[in-house]
């Protein structure tokens, strides 16, 4: 039972990082802010690896970021 349920998440979460990646290349931003954003995307995935959890919760913060607007500085 538990590994459905683990399943269940990895499908959650790569879900929503399809749709997360997806938002950020349709972004009207500059493109170091897209870079950033694709970096934190990038972090989530490879956390995604070893604790799914941990990634689930980081996209999460990354998906409310979006959310609001705000996003990393462009530098």
């Known amino acids: 039972m538990e ?3 683990q399943l269940e998440l990895y499908k959650a979460v790569a879900a929503r990082l399809k749709e997360a990646h997806t ?3 349709e972004l ?3 493109e170091g802010v897209r870079m ?4 934190k995307l990038l972090v989530v995935t490879a956390a995604a ?3 799914l959890a941990d ?3 980081r996209l ?3 998906m409310k970021d ?3 607007g705000r996003f990393p500085e462009d530098d």
């Open 66 to 68: 979006l959310d609001e």
């Open 60 to 62: 999460d913060r990354l």
């Open 28 to 30: 009207q931003v500059p």
């Open 3 to 5: 590994r459905d349920s």
């Open 36 to 39: 950033a954003l694709s970096r």
């Open 23 to 25: 938002r950020v290349r």
């Open 55 to 57: 990634a689930a919760t």
């Open 49 to 51: 690896k070893h604790d």
